[in-house]
């Protein structure tokens, strides 16, 4: 048991590694950089003479430490500023005001934000500068429904999608067609003011139209494609009624799409990814090293059903370990990336919580591994914990404990079942979202079976 302890603490180790290599704060001040009255960030930059105001918004779980920073650098510079985030864990600023928000389903705080957000950006005019600092979960923390469409309607679809199993990209096709900010809508209520976004992305090839749903980004999607995403889940029929007929509406061209790339609003905006996974990764590869492992990464591209993927990791843990391929132990396999949950069951859970759940029996006949799933942002679906942590020894634990493992996956059910064990990862917000790790490690003892 002292080695699993070592080996269990060695996991949180490298993963809170890659955790601190995400600091929200520390990238914006990376990027972001003032040099007497010249604010620069990669290859924009700006004279702030010819500024009149600088207005600063934002969404998403790592607006407030990204806010945090940028005002202490612009300080009395900003005129106003509104950010919303999902849990403002105390922070308060002089500035920009912090306003907390319902995720991953939107509620009503959220949608006064949002109408708050868009009053802010229209004031802009065009001697202003709006800075705008978007991350992961800005979509559901920023509903602004379309006319027509209640604000309990849209949190219908977004349930019903999320229950689906969508991926992010498909959700948020769905999304920017019933909301009156995302899908560049932002970027076109600021226009003719200029506009700077930061954005962390928590998304798989930090494509800007999908991370919060591109609310300063060209849309490339369709009225047409949101219907595809319902027809593809068979939810055309089960969303609201109102949802629906303003999606057809619109693929009837009877309401004006969401801007496209090349309008001309765009002009005045510039998109900069400030960070992604491959940081996160990054810095776990370096801790396995640093503690004598050996690392193996596997992909920053996770997707898929939660419990696949885990067959799929565990396949790889196996083969180290009977024949020390693809890398032999001491050794950390590191994959990163966001799967989904198909939610068949009443059970609370989420995709991190879920990936081992389903890993647990795949791991009760190798000795010295331990595995740790758990998201950047501390939050594993509708729940207080980041992820958890599993070895040769859960299932055993389980059943002195009366769980069944098996039955807690079907019910989707995978919080509680940790919760008992005191295996869940729990993180609190962590000021970032860069998707989610998977941490395998393997001990030294590991040795190749005859």
Known sequence: MADLAELRATARAIFDAGIAAGDAGRLVGRTLTLEGRRLSAAHWSLDLDGVRRIVVVGAGKAAGAMAARVEAMLGERIAEGLVVVKEARGLALERIRVAEAGHPLPDERGQRAADEVLQVVRRAGPDDLVLALISGGGSALLPSPVEGVSLAEKQAVTRLLLEAGATITELNTVRKHLSALKGGQLARAAFPARMLVLALSDVIGDPLDVIAAGPTEPDPSTFADALRVLDTFGLRWRVPSAARQYLEAGARGQVPETPKPGNPLFAAVTNLVIGNNGLVVEAAREEAMRRGYTPLVLTRSVQGEAREVARVFA???REAVSSWQPVAPPACVIAAGETTVTVRGSGK???????????????????????????????????????????????ERARAKGLDARAALTANDSYPFFSTLGDLVVTGGTGTNLMDLYLGVLGAAATRST
Do not use: K, Y
């Open 315 to 317: 396949a790889v843990l």
């Open 349 to 395: 859970g989420g995709r991190c919580q879920e990936f081992c759940l389903a890993l647990a029996p795949e791991l009760a006949a190798l000795d010295r591994v331990v595995v740790l799933a758990a998201g950047t942002d501390g939050s594993d679906g509708p729940t207080d914990a980041a992820g958890a942590i599993v070895d040769a020894t859960t299932l």
